[in-house]
């Protein structure tokens, strides 16, 4: 028989284990009606909106709820509503993320007077539309502001009407001219804006259709000839550059056709255009292009790319002069930064100790944690080591962290899936913190498995630094045996998969890739059939144990078609084996793996391999407990079917 007392405790343990299931279904419940929130506010629709948010009044992060209650609205709601937002949710990333908002729409309205009263509160300030919307409001001031916005009108496709807006001002009142306008209307056929070359031409009063059809029809644009108006040579020479994108040798005929009827710069702006396009091919006729372009002023991309094919002809003198060339934030960049100092020690003749300027550019970059502080230190003579750790971060110091509000509404965010919103609150909760506090925040990150969060966390820090939170090998037990089976550097792998997932294990690209090592659908299929694995589903690429099985396998049959270069394999796992084949087979002798890495034509592949040979020195650096050389694990790289005969008669890129 049961005694009253078990059977009280037995009922209470049933009641709160039912109030427990009940609570977790509200939430879940609760949940689902933000993300449907979320979606609506997404889809402009503020009947839906007002609807979800109802069934949220508590809601565990009411700030994001009447967020979105109020974007649903925001260009009828009164400015009073917004105001009290920001008093209620103050210091909170989502105040931010809405004066954000409520910024754009008030260059909308040219509400300049509240728009300059909010703008130096927005403390992120990193929206492109914003900045030129307070640049039109400071011209329309009368201020001085062209360099600033010559400075920020460089990628097209992010305009939107405040940055068109503002050209047309900067036109209208006498700080841009005619050359402003056509290097904007040039920069549009680089970026395939067609909107924006339509307005462009629009303000110098030309053939609107004309510019239209040379960016979206260029071969129809260049079979009707070039016009006899200055701006139909620059809508011309944008239609050449187009065309150059799918055939360089119809572009250089239409150019060398337009030749006689084009003034010396308008040939050196053609050529320029043909140059770009053809520097994407690699092929050896480009630098002869760059050539003929000397005297036209140069996009950012087109500046970057003459230095590229210079380096690739080892013109090192060329690569001086285009890189001193560049606008002051780009050559400042470590990457320009460090190609200047390797110009310098090749035109004098110097192949180690570089000294004067040379070493200065060097020793600028050094201390920095990435591919060019590597290459600028081993440059100056030392090997790449891992610095030493401070005391370990106590529990005491993550408490805080732990308690920070922001981190909390981030690992609800991440829980959720909501990657994106998860990050934000991370990231703003982090801005008031010491060193020794983003470490604890990235030991907190630790602790909670979000190890994107714990590498990006502690990458922040300068003084004291934790390179096993910058560089973690989770999973192991896993890792170690595949990569010791197949062969394969362990720390290469490692540092493939910082680069790909940075340790997320649901992440999933667009193209569809999964898991840690991002294995696509078709190539795990693929990978399966090879090896054996019977009954293989895609929905296995989210087990840690098949992603590390499937990825290595890959990763293996790739290096060894790539004749073991992990420079080349870690490419081809990026852009895929074809696309790796057609670089490949540009190269006649060996290069300098800097160089052909430095070349590769898609940025995403050329930072993807920068990064994962960055990451592969620290994870040896670390698991070997050794100093190591990322030039010596970069090495050259060679034709297909290179012999070592052939590698004694010619000699590498000059250095």
């Not at 100056?380 to 922001?406: F, H, V």
Request: positive net charge.
């Amino acid at each position: 028989m049961i005694s009253a007392s078990k059977w009280i405790a037995g009922a209470l343990v049933v009641a709160f284990t039912s109030l427990a299931h009940a609570d977790d279904t509200d939430s879940r419940r609760d949940d689902d009606s933000f993300l449907l929130l979320r979606d609506a506010v997404r889809q402009d629709d503020a009947a839906k909106a007002d609807f979800y948010a109802a069934r949220l009044p508590n809601y565990s992060i009411p700030s994001y709820v009447d967020y979105y209650r109020l974007k649903s609205r925001l260009k009828d709601v009164p400015q009073s509503e917004i105001r009290d937002f920001f008093k209620r949710y103050d210091g909170q990333a989502i105040v931010d993320r809405l004066r954000n908002d409520w910024l754009l729409d008030l260059g909308r309205k040219r509400d300049w007077a509240t728009f300059d009263e909010q703008y130096p509160l927005f403390i992120l300030n990193d929206d492109t539309q914003v900045k030129c919307y307070a640049l039109t409001s400071r011209a329309l001031k009368g201020q001085k502001v062209a360099d600033e916005a010559r400075a920020l009108l460089t990628a097209p496709s992010v305009y939107g009407e405040p940055c068109a807006g503002l050209i047309a001002t900067l036109y209208q009142n006498g700080q841009f001219n005619t050359e402003d306008l056509y290097a904007q209307l040039r920069l549009s056929g680089e970026y395939n804006a067609t909107g924006q070359a339509r307005r462009i031409v629009a303000l110098l009063d030309g053939p609107e259709k004309k510019a239209v059809q040379a960016v979206d029809l260029p071969t129809v644009a260049v079979a009707k000839g070039m016009g006899p108006s200055k701006v139909e040579h620059q809508i011309y020479i944008v239609a050449i550059g187009r065309l150059a994108k799918t055939s360089i040798k119809l572009a250089t005929l239409a150019l060398n056709k337009a030749l006689p009827k084009m003034t010396p710069h308008e040939q050196q702006q053609g050529w320029a255009a043909i140059a770009l396009q053809s520097s994407y091919t690699l092929a050896p006729e480009t630098a002869d292009y760059w050539k003929r372009s000397n005297g036209a002023p140069l996009s950012i991309d087109q500046a970057q790319w003459k230095a590229r094919i210079a380096l690739r002809n080892g013109d090192w003198r060329q690569v001086e002069n285009t890189i001193r060339a560049m606008p002051a934030a780009l050559r400042g960049e470590p990457t320009w930064v460090y190609w200047l100092g390797r110009a310098l020690m090749a035109r004098d003749g110097v192949t180690s100790q570089p000294a004067g300027e040379a070493l200065q550019l060097f020793r600028g970059i050094s201390d920095q944690s990435n591919y060019y502080g590597q290459l600028a230190l081993e440059e100056t003579g030392k090997l790449i080591t891992i610095p030493t750790a401070g005391a370990p971060i106590s529990q005491a110091e993550i408490a805080p962290m732990a308690a920070n509000p922001n981190f909390q509404r981030a690992l609800k965010f991440f829980s959720m899936r909501l990657r994106f919103e998860g990050t934000r609150e991370w990231n703003w909760g982090l801005r008031a913190l010491n060193e020794r506090e983003h470490l604890a925040a990235a030991e907190f990150a630790r602790q909670n498995n979000i190890l994107d969060r714990m590498v990006n966390t502690s990458e922040r820090t300068r003084i004291q630094v934790d390179y096993t939170q910058r560089f973690p090998s989770p999973h192991n037990d896993v890792m170690h045996p595949a990569t010791q089976t197949l062969g394969l550097d362990k720390a290469w792998v490692y540092g493939l998969i910082r680069q790909e997932s940075r340790f997320i294990m649901d992440a999933q690209s667009h193209a569809g890739a999964s898991g840690l090592m991002q294995v696509m659908p078709s190539t795990g299929r693929w990978i399966a059939k090879k090896i054996g694995l019977a009954d293989f589903a895609q929905d296995m690429l989210s087990d840690v144990r098949t992603n590390i099985l499937l990825g290595t396998n890959y990763l293996n049959m790739v290096l060894g078609n790539m004749d073991g270069s992990q420079v080349l394999a870690t490419a081809a796992y990026n852009a895929g084996p074809g696309r790796l084949r057609t670089w490949r087979a540009t190269l006649t002798k060996p290069m300098d793996s800097t160089v052909f890495i430095e070349s590769i034509p898609y940025v995403e592949t050329r930072t993807y391999v920068k990064n994962v040979m960055s990451n592969a020195t620290y994870y040896a650096a670390l698991f070997e407990g050794r100093p190591q050389s990322l030039k010596a694990r970069l090495g050259s790289v060679a034709p297909k079917g290179y012999t070592e005969a052939e590698e004694q008669e010619t000699s590498f890129v000059p250095r």
